[in-house]
């Protein structure tokens, strides 16, 4: 039997041409009945960006297939933060459910399937946050399932519900409380991991980092919420280099490869994360984002804001 999607799709644009048309191709596969486009504007001070952006746009007048379009463009550039979780707000203000791509996220076809699926399965549990089309955890033991539940939070090709993205909290309102009291301990015994991540909410509670998905990192966890990953990795990011706005650097995540899953899908017994894919994923991390062993991470991190306040003060 063949599979019709009948889950809209909010797709995820800026000023990449060539990689959003790649990914545009396969939404164009797939024939969403509905299309929501989220786009920021051009940044005032890069030269160029505006007709890029305007290029971009115009990829979406190539929906040749029976689909209700929705657009929300900024005129200006609002940054990944506002831009991504505005757009996300107003996507959920339309519909209640959704598979969400970037414009560098290239999807096998069966992501959409298990997607698809998985939305149907886990409407109502509200200790699933989110359904994720990356597994990262390079395991070579291959599970009995199609797929496991986990804390991480993997947004290059997902999907979720409105009633998880209600939950969003943008400003992470409780950090300072959750901080001190020390709640993110919960999440793993390793000190290593615990430094990594709360150093990290610290920076966007200060916002000194523009980005939305560590806020919905934020939000899922608060919630003591459960990802779902895949037995396979299913998305591939090709949009590493330098027009990109965080993943400019090599990486072991650069265009990871993927392979398909079968279907019907099999079902893991109990809702638990599987925490020894979890440790492994949290060490590739570290490892490719380049961090000293725990604690000189620790040291390290604090001498270098301490140069830069002082700097700051000049």
Wanted: one cysteine or more.
């Amino acid at each position: 039997m063949s599979f019709k999607l009948t889950t809209p799709i909010v797709f995820i644009i800026f000023s990449r041409k060539d990689t959003t048309q790649a990914v545009f191709n396969i939404i164009r596969e797939m024939k969403p009945p509905k299309l929501l486009v989220i786009g920021d504007g051009p940044r005032p001070n890069k030269a160029g960006e505006a007709e890029k952006v305007a290029e971009t746009r115009a990829i979406i007048q190539q929906v040749d297939w029976e689909c209700e379009v929705h657009t929300n463009f900024s005129d200006v550039n609002l940054g990944c933060r506002k831009r991504i979780s505005g757009g996300l707000d107003w996507a959920f203000s339309i519909v209640d459910e959704a598979i969400i791509l970037e414009d560098d996220c290239i999807a096998t076809k069966s992501f959409f399937q298990y997607c698809q699926e998985l939305l149907e399965k886990y409407r109502n549990d509200t200790r699933i946050m989110l359904i994720s089309g990356d597994n990262k955890s390079f395991s070579k033991e291959e599970l009995e399932t199609s797929y496991y539940f986990t804390r991480q939070v993997q947004i290059w090709g997902w999907a979720t519900w409105k009633r998880a993205w209600e939950k969003m909290d943008i400003t992470m309102t409780d950090w300072p409380e959750i901080d001190k009291k020390g709640f993110m301990n919960q999440y793993s015994p390793n000190k290593a991991f615990n430094f990594y991540w709360c150093q990290l909410f610290r920076l966007l509670y200060e916002n000194r980092i523009d980005s939305w998905a560590g806020p919905w990192v934020y939000s899922v966890w608060k919630e003591s919420g459960l990802s779902i990953a895949p037995k396979y990795n299913l998305i591939s990011n090709i949009g590493f280099g330098q027009e990109a706005t965080h993943t400019n650097d090599k990486s072991v995540f650069d265009s990871m490869g993927t392979k398909d899953l079968e279907f019907p899908l099999v079902h893991p017994k109990y809702v638990m994360a599987d925490s020894v894919r979890d440790n492994r994923e949290m060490k590739i991390r570290l490892k490719d984002a380049k961090r000293l062993p725990y604690p000189l991470d620790m040291w390290a991190s604090k001498l270098k804001w301490f140069i830069i306040k002082r700097l700051l003060k000049k």
